[in-house]
């Protein structure tokens, strides 16, 4: 699969604006997501991340700002 198949498949997931936790992300099979998510931001579009603990655990979400 090609990359911007797969920013594209990123893309549509975190349109929501929701946050998106990683596991979700990762559940596209998608091998480097951080990779394409920074394709995708220096095409212009604003993703943040958010990084959160439940417990002892360290958890990682994203969401797009502005497309």
Same mark, same amino acid.
């Given at each position: 699969?090609?990359?911007?198949?797969?920013?594209? &498949? *990123?893309?549509? %997931?975190?349109?929501? /604006?929701?946050? @998106?936790?990683?596991?979700?992300?990762?559940?596209?099979?998608?091998?480097?997501?951080?990779? &394409? *998510?920074?394709? %995708?931001?220096?095409? /212009?579009?604003? @993703?943040?991340?958010?990084?959160?603990?439940?417990?002892?655990?360290?958890?990682?979400?994203? &969401?797009?700002?502005?497309?």
């Amino acid at each position: 699969m090609d990359k911007t198949t797969q920013a594209n &498949r *990123i893309l549509a %997931l975190l349109s929501s /604006g929701e946050w @998106i936790a990683l596991p979700a992300i990762m559940g596209l099979h998608i091998a480097s997501h951080t990779r &394409r *998510i920074h394709e %995708l931001r220096k095409a /212009g579009h604003v @993703i943040e991340r958010r990084d959160y603990w439940h417990g002892t655990s360290r958890h990682v979400a994203y &969401r797009l700002v502005r497309p």
